[in-house]
């Protein structure tokens, strides 16, 4: 049966979970505000002194110099702000995880406690049916552990894509770069 203290246990453990996630969302919020208004904030400087830079410009060809010269720097700039982005998204990612995993490993040890205590009073011959509820139980353990590593394998999966994805458009700048020197 299900006790007085231990629904108590169970209200208070919710409320604090639902606390910790508030403020896990907040800190979040904080951070994402700060990226972004940080980024406006450069944003709106290189566009400043770039404009400012084209209007010194004498010739077309000048022009042409000035513009492919700040796509490097446009570029860095927008993968350390995507990086910076995925990072806070890949931290918060482990926290929540860190949680919902102590939270099934707790549930699981109440949920055999309260099975072993139950199996203690279960009538004679029913050994079978204790044994294969037991084994019911290995089973879900087992396919939670699967879903767990699928789970990190696809997290795992998108990390590289990303890299592999900043990989290729440092490529392309350097690319650019290359034939905005030879255009010069």
């Known amino acids: 049966?299900?006790?007085?203290?231990q629904f108590a246990a169970a209200n208070e453990a919710a409320i604090d979970q639902m606390s910790y996630f508030a403020k896990l969302s907040l800190a979040n919020m904080e951070k994402f505000a700060e990226l972004g208004l940080g980024?406006?904030?450069?944003?709106?400087?290189?566009?400043?002194?770039?404009?400012?830079?084209?209007a010194s410009a004498r010739d077309v060809q000048e022009m042409i110099a000035i513009n492919?010269?700040?796509?490097?720097?446009?570029?860095?700039?927008?993968?350390?702000?995507?990086?910076?982005?995925?990072?806070?998204f890949a931290?918060?990612?482990d926290e929540v995880k860190k949680v919902f995993e102590k939270q099934a490993a707790?549930?699981?040890k109440a949920a055999v406690a309260a099975l072993e205590e139950a199996f203690k009073y279960a009538p004679a011959g029913s050994e079978t049916v204790v044994g294969n509820v037991k084994s019911a139980m290995a089973a879900a353990q087992s396919a939670y552990d699967n879903f767990v590593t699928i789970n990190k394998q696809i997290y795992d999966t998108v990390e590289k894509s990303v890299e592999q994805n900043v990989s290729t458009a440092?490529?392309?700048?350097?690319?650019?770069?290359?034939?905005?020197?030879r255009a010069r």
């Open 68 to 88: 492919s010269a700040a796509v490097e720097p446009a570029m860095k700039k927008a993968y350390a702000y995507s990086r910076t982005a995925y990072e806070t």
């Open 91 to 93: 931290e918060t990612n």
């Open 1 to 5: 049966m299900f006790k007085t203290d």
């Open 39 to 54: 980024a406006a904030r450069d944003s709106v400087e290189s566009a400043t002194k770039h404009a400012q830079t084209l």
């Open 170 to 181: 440092k490529a392309a700048t350097a690319k650019a770069k290359r034939a905005a020197t």
């Open 106 to 108: 707790d549930v699981n």
